[in-house]
């Protein structure tokens, strides 16, 4: 059975410091989704990574992935209050039907 | 484009009665749905997919009988959550594939269900 696990699952940090969120998944996958949640939304899509060694950025975020460690980062540069939100990985599992697995989820908190 | 609109929003019922979800893609056609449960601080939980015109594949440990699963068209899903009781209050939230397009996924806002 896919499983995706997050750490940590929550991560309190100061403004303008950097931040690694680490997504780590148990069999292969085809590509990795990350989500951003804000307390009682649903999710936005934030990045979608397709192959081994991409690498995507929007602002102070950019995800990675390496498929060959089955592991993904979400790393936070200069943090600031407004990425204060739940981050989660997700992979499809194509055993039997084709479903997204989710992640633990990330609680991130930014510290003004 | 790729809208995926619920209703309703939030909605509080009794125990024991019934409560209908919608899902609805609105401008696009869904081949396929998928419906989640979140319970509050932790992560999505697939609940079952709906194929339009096909019974729904429900994921293990959930109840076909309690959360029944249509998806009578292209563009709309419906969760009926029968006898409800408080542990069934929670955030569903549905998604869709856009036809022919399986890898990307829209959400919907979510549905508040609150059982009393």
């Known amino acids: 059975e896919l499983k995706v696990e997050q750490n940590p699952l929550f991560l309190s940090m100061q403004e303008e410091k950097n931040y690694t969120i680490y997504c780590n998944y148990s069999t292969t996958s085809d590509r990795l989704y990350w989500y951003r949640q804000d307390p009682g939304k649903s999710l936005e899509s934030l990045f979608v990574l397709l192959s081994n060694g991409a690498v995507k950025q929007e602002g102070r975020l950019m995800a990675s992935l390496d498929t060959k460690a089955r592991l993904s980062t979400l790393h936070i540069t200069a943090a600031v209050h407004d990425l204060s939100a739940t981050y989660f990985c997700?992979?499809?599992?194509?055993?039997?039907?084709?479903?997204?697995?989710f992640g633990t989820g990330t609680r991130l908190k930014v510290l003004a | 484009g790729a809208v995926v609109s619920q209703h309703p929003s939030w909605v509080i019922c009794k125990s024991g009665t019934s409560v209908k979800i919608e899902c609805r893609s609105l401008d696009f056609q869904a081949t396929t749905m998928f419906w989640y449960r979140q319970f509050p601080k932790q992560s999505l939980m697939l609940m079952a997919t709906s194929n339009e015109g096909s019974k729904a594949t429900y994921e293990q440990g959930v109840e076909k009988d309690k959360f029944l699963i249509n998806h009578a068209s292209l563009t709309l899903s419906t969760l009926t959550v029968t006898s409800a009781h408080p542990e069934d209050s929670s955030f569903y939230i549905c998604s869709a594939n856009r036809q022919g397009n399986f890898y990307e996924q829209y959400f919907g806002p979510g549905t508040r269900l609150t059982v009393t």
């Open positions: 997700a992979v499809i599992s194509t055993s039997g039907t084709y479903k997204y697995i």
